[in-house]
């Protein structure tokens, strides 16, 4: 078996456990993150893979961290509750920068400790496929909170459709344009804009320039 068909038909299989064994319907579950029953049934066959926002949508209905579906993937360690799809690769790799000179001087403190200081060559980084990345801006895995920064090739997209979960969002423009599609309203950001949201209100985000775009975002209580 194929290995991208394989991680979708495992992926698919921990969405159905989980979905059963708290008690919800496809039906239910469907209404819960905005999704039709029949993609729902064919993410948990193994079908079609599920979108970064499906994927978010998924876990926060059924209560569950992000790394619950990938802990047994061997190209997906220490996911700790970053999302990305079931196509994405965790890929660990240093972010574009200048090299990583310096880069262990900063990562630990004289007394052996974790540096709160993260350099563009240490940070965490997922790249999702569709032209989207995601660099960590904190040294470890934050409780309830995530800092970063994010990269949207020209064209790309969080996803076919709008979702909504638990929390509160916070960005900042650096480079580029993003259309974001919040409820039923559109607003394009320019670079220096900054938006505030509820994340229960379904949202939507499109790099709708023709240069990469790049924000710093701020997601509280993501799950």
Not at 98 to 126: F, H, L, W, Y
Not at 128 to 136: D, E, F, S, T
Not at 143 to 165: M, Q, T
Not at 173 to 198: K, N, P
Request: hydrophobic share 40%.
């Amino acid at each position: 078996m194929p290995a991208v068909v394989e991680r979708l038909t495992q992926l698919g299989l921990k969405i159905r456990e989980a979905r059963r064994m708290r008690g919800l319907t496809l039906q239910e579950l469907a209404g819960k993150v905005g999704l039709t029953a029949s993609h729902i049934s064919q993410i948990e066959r193994g079908l079609t893979s599920p979108s970064v926002s499906a994927l978010l949508s998924i876990a926060g209905a059924l209560d569950l961290p992000m790394e619950h579906f990938f802990a047994h993937e061997q190209d997906a360690p220490m996911i700790a509750r970053s999302v990305l799809s079931a196509h994405a690769l965790l890929t660990r790799q240093p972010a574009p920068g200048n090299g990583s000179q310096g880069a262990e001087a900063s990562t630990r403190s004289r007394s052996g400790e974790k540096s709160p200081v993260v350099i563009p060559e240490d940070r965490e980084t997922i790249n999702i496929i569709g032209g989207i990345q995601w660099q960590r801006l904190t040294p470890t895995n934050e409780e309830a909170i995530e800092f970063l920064e994010l990269h949207y090739a020209p064209g790309a997209s969080s996803g076919e459709h709008a979702y909504a979960h638990r929390g509160r969002e916070f960005g900042r423009v650096l480079q580029g344009t993003l259309l974001v599609e919040l409820g039923f309203s559109r607003y394009t950001l320019h670079e220096g804009d900054a938006i505030t949201f509820d994340c229960s209100i379904p949202h939507r985000f499109t790099n709708i320039g023709d240069d990469p775009f790049i924000g710093v975002w701020v997601i509280l209580d993501r799950l």
